[in-house]
């Protein structure tokens, strides 16, 4: 599934970040939150 919205990502195995065209980063809605990387940051609404 792709898709520009955040809610409900928590609940796939696995999530994959893309920056233009390019995977910035990979894993679990967990392991991206620890991460505190993009997806993080799209989390907190920065």
Known sequence: M???RLRGLSRFQQII???NG???E???HAE???RQ???YQ???GL
Do not use: N, S
Request: net charge positive; aromatic share 10%.
């Open 37 to 39: 990387g993009r997806y």
């Open 17 to 19: 970040v893309m920056d």
């Open 2 to 4: 792709v898709t520009h």
């Open 32 to 34: 991206l939150l620890a």
């Open 26 to 28: 990979q894993g679990t």
């Open 22 to 24: 390019q995977i910035i």
């Open 42 to 44: 799209f989390k907190q």
